[in-house]
């Protein structure tokens, strides 16, 4: 039995195809929904941009017909724009409140013995639907299952002559299926568990290489085998796009910047190191800043200018800051926020896109697709430490983009479980 799907704003603004996601069901759209886009399209942030598409989009499907009647889509499924229903909701829920019109709508089909659910990603709407009996659910196209997400790195018990001929000759056949292009793998010999091997699946998976020897991007070494692959990927230019996961400390954002510097600044492989963030609060928004584009971000940026004045030590006797600040102005570093990315074609750049855990399916989309011949981009996050209400650790980009990527021969990633940062930030991100 064909279903009848209400959507809420937030959907939309998260994915501005969604209502063509649910196959050949009727979707309903109901005016305070659009009313409340309405508001939004004229902000110059992705929720703007993103109300803008689903405007446009319905646009187009009103040359087929008449929305408040219901259009054809081309998956088969119907479209509706609805107005706002008679009032007949529980005294408890105030009809001025937007997202009681919308559970309203829901409501008068639900009397009428239509089968209705309510689609939103916003928590507390979806208790009040289940309070009022409706059938509720979060828009799960785009989520992932965390618990199986591809970790890039794994281990194999192998007999002792392969560990041999891995160190004898530099490569191997693959002695394991289903591994992953680039791939890290740690093999332990049956016999002896401590004669152990780290080596990397080749492009083609039909090999697997030891390591190349062991780097120092910008004078910074590796504390951990996780490190110590992830610089493996960072350093190779025929790796285009790399994701590293990990909780706060475990030294993602380091040595990303580091390896960016030395290719960008140091080997000039690179025309430039550009690094952003997306523009997201934690707690209560401290509101509108003052100053230029570039004193806006500095607020933003803290934690990669902290990072860049770590490394600016290790490699320059001079003021940290005001070698960060030469090298802004010489333009081989660039800081942009994810709105300011959007739009630009990005050739030969070394790209790091910092906090992703923060953007929608959507949004990295639309980032990832700004990358030029030649630029390599580098995307890390926490997915555990998400900022959006809206978003969560099973349908952000991040995750979304770990998942959807795996198996591309130009793709590697890298799941950090230790902290490296101290004592006091293991604990933490172990105990708290």
């Not at 796009?241 to 040595?255: D, H, N, Q, Y």
């Not at 600044?265 to 523009?279: A, D, F, G, S, W």
């Not at 971000?297 to 004045?309: K, P, Q």
């Not at 790091?352 to 580098?378: C, F, W, Y």
Request: glycine residues 6%; aromatic residues 6%.
């Amino acid at each position: 039995m064909k279903k009848m799907f209400i959507l809420d704003t937030n959907v939309l603004i998260h994915d501005p195809l969604s209502f063509t996601r649910f196959e050949d069901n009727t979707v309903i759209i109901p005016i305070s929904v659009i009313e409340e886009l309405d508001r939004f399209k004229v902000h110059s942030d992705e929720r703007g941009r993103a109300v803008r598409v689903v405007s446009r989009k319905l646009d187009e499907l009103r040359s087929k017909g008449r929305l408040n009647e219901g259009v054809k889509m081309d998956n088969g499924g119907t479209l509706i724009v609805e107005l706002n229903r008679e009032n007949t909701l529980p005294k408890e829920l105030s009809f001025a409140e937007m997202d009681n019109r919308i559970l309203n709508n829901a409501w008068w089909h639900l009397k009428k013995k239509h089968k209705v659910v309510v689609v939103s990603k916003d928590i507390n709407l979806r208790l009040k639907a289940e309070a009022l009996g409706l059938n509720v659910q979060d828009y799960t196209t785009d989520k992932v299952n965390v618990d199986e997400l591809y970790r890039g790195i794994s281990e194999q018990e192998v007999p002792a002559e392969v560990i041999d001929g891995l160190y004898r000759d530099k490569e191997i056949k693959c002695p394991v299926e289903g591994l992953a292009p680039n791939e890290f793998v740690v093999l332990r010999a049956h016999e002896d568990n401590k004669k152990t091997a780290i080596a990397r699946v080749s492009r083609d998976v039909s090999k697997m290489h030891v390591l190349a020897s062991e780097p120092a991007p910008w004078g910074i070494k590796a504390r951990s085998k996780e490190q110590r692959c992830a610089m493996e990927l960072l350093m190779d230019p025929s790796v285009n796009l790399v994701t590293l996961l990990g909780s706060a400390g475990t030294g993602k954002t380091i040595i990303t910047l580091a390896c960016g510097l030395q290719q960008a600044v140091e080997q000039n492989l690179y025309r430039k190191l550009i690094i952003c963030r997306p523009i997201v609060s934690v707690g209560k928004d401290i509101g509108f800043l003052p100053g230029s584009k570039d004193e806006k971000l500095a607020t933003w940026m803290g934690a990669i200018y902290d990072n860049l004045e770590i490394l600016m030590d290790k490699k320059h006797s001079e003021s940290s800051s005001d070698k960060v600040q030469y090298l802004i102005d010489n333009e081989k570093i660039e800081m942009a926020s994810v709105s300011h990315i959007r739009g630009r074609s990005l050739p030969g750049q070394y790209m790091i896109v910092d906090d992703a855990q923060n953007l929608t399916p959507h949004e990295m989309k639309t980032i990832l697709s700004r990358a030029g011949e030649d630029t390599k981009v580098v995307v890390t996050g926490d997915p555990y430490q998400i900022d959006s209400p809206y978003l969560d650790v099973a349908s952000n980009g991040l995750t979304y983009l770990v998942s959807r990527m795996r198996g591309q021969d130009i793709y590697g990633h890298l799941t950090f479980s230790k902290t490296e940062r101290s004592r006091l930030a293991g604990l933490v991100a172990e105990l708290l």
